[in-house]
C-alpha cells in the first residue's frame, strides 16, 4: 500500500562520510576550488540518496524495491523488507531515519474508463479540488508539498504508458483508477504520532491507522448520486417535484458547477453574511440526500466497493 517515501535525518554528531568507502557508484560532489567534499549521491532500486557530514536525505518508491512497479500492492511484511534493503545497501540504520513523505496507493481495475469515475467525485471539506484536463487527474489539496495534505486519482495505465512507456504488470485491465493519498512534512503532527521513521511504517498500529485513514478520506468526499429508477412514481408533493426537477437537472452538469457557482457569488460578495452561503450549499445537499429519489451513482458504488475490499482485507 505505500508508494513514495522521503527520508530526512541530520544530527551534527553524525559523521556519514564514511558511506563513500562502502558505497558502489556513489557520487561525490565536491567545491570547485577547494577539493573539499560537499556531499554526495546514489542510486539504490528506485531510491536516489543523498548524505552530507551530519545529514541524509532519500526519495523513491518502496514497492519498486522488490516488485517490478508500484501496481503491486506492498504488505506490512514487505515494508519492512524494504527498509532492510535499503539499510543494509546504504550501510546505515534506516529504521531510525525520519519520514518526511508517506504515499499511500492502491490500483483498481474498473469496467468503465477512468475518467468517467472522476467526474463522479465532489467537493471534500477542507480540501481543494483541482482537475487537470491535460493528464485526466483529480487532486484534492491543503497546503503544499513542503507541509500539507494530497489525494490524487488517476489513469495509471496511461500514467505508466506515458512516463515509464511500460505496462504495469502488478494488475491487468484497460481501465486502471489509481487512488493515492499523501502526507508532506512534519508527519507527526499531521497523524498524531509521537514519531514517524521508517521502523514506523512496519509498525502494526501505525500500518492499519494509516491504511484506514487512506480509505476514510476517500470516504469522505462527495459524491454524484443519481436518480432511483421510478424517481418520478416516488412524488407526492410539490417540494418533492421540485426536488425531482433540480436533481434531474444537475445530473446533466458537471458535479462541481454547484460550488463554482457558489465560489462565484462570494467573490462578487452577492450575500452580506458568510452563513448565508453555508445555508445555499445545505439547500442543495437537502436535494441530493432525497432517500426516496436519490442514490449513489452505480460507479461509484464499484468503486466503494474496491475500497471497502482494502479495509476487509486488512482486518481479516
Not at 467537493?123 to 484536463?133: C, D, P, Y
Amino acid at each position: 500500500m505505500y508508494d513514495t517515501i522521503n527520508f530526512y535525518h541530520h544530527d551534527k554528531a553524525l559523521d556519514l562520510s564514511s558511506l563513500n568507502q562502502h558505497l558502489e557508484k556513489v557520487k561525490r560532489i565536491t567545491d570547485e576550488e577547494t577539493g573539499e567534499w560537499l556531499y554526495s549521491w546514489v542510486k539504490i532500486g528506485d531510491f536516489k540518496f543523498q548524505f552530507g557530514m551530519n545529514w541524509l536525505s532519500a526519495t523513491g518508491s518502496l514497492p519498486r524495491l522488490i516488485y517490478p512497479d508500484n501496481t503491486f500492492m506492498l504488505s506490512r511484511a514487505d515494508s519492512r523488507t524494504c527498509i532492510e534493503i535499503l539499510s543494509d545497501k546504504l550501510h546505515y540504520d534506516m529504521t531510525l531515519v525520519d519520514v518526511t513523505r508517506v504515499d499511500v496507493a492502491a490500483t483498481f481495475a474498473m469496467k468503465q474508463p477512468v475518467k468517467l469515475y472522476l467526474d463522479c467525485l465532489g467537493e471534500l471539506a477542507h480540501f481543494k479540488r483541482i482537475g487537470s484536463v491535460k493528464d485526466e487527474t483529480l487532486y484534492y489539496r491543503q497546503g503544499n508539498k513542503k507541509l500539507g495534505q494530497q489525494f490524487c486519482f488517476y489513469d495509471k495505465l496511461r500514467e505508466a504508458l506515458d512516463e515509464r512507456k511500460i505496462t504495469p504488470k502488478g494488475i491487468e485491465g484497460e481501465n486502471l483508477l489509481r487512488y493515492e493519498r499523501r502526507w508532506y512534512g512534519r508527519l507527526p503532527a499531521q497523524l498524531k504520532e509521537p514519531e514517524v521513521k521508517g521502523r514506523t511504517l512496519y509498525d502494526e498500529r501505525f500500518y492499519h491507522k494509516i491504511m484506514e485513514l487512506w480509505a476514510e478520506s476517500y470516504f469522505a468526499i462527495a459524491k454524484r448520486k443519481t436518480l432511483v429508477d421510478d424517481a418520478i412514481g416516488m412524488i407526492r408533493t410539490p417540494k418533492e417535484g421540485f426536488y425531482y426537477v433540480i436533481a434531474k437537472a444537475l445530473q446533466m452538469l458537471p458535479i462541481d458547477f454547484v460550488s463554482k457557482e457558489i465560489t462565484t457569488m462570494q467573490m462578487y460578495g452577492v450575500y452580506s453574511s458568510p452563513n448565508s452561503y453555508s445555508r445555499l450549499r445545505a439547500m442543495f445537499r437537502e436535494i441530493q440526500n432525497q432517500v426516496n429519489i436519490m442514490q449513489e451513482a452505480e460507479l461509484m458504488r464499484e468503486l466503494n466497493e474496491n475500497i471497502g475490499n482494502i479495509l476487509n482485507n486488512l482486518n481479516s
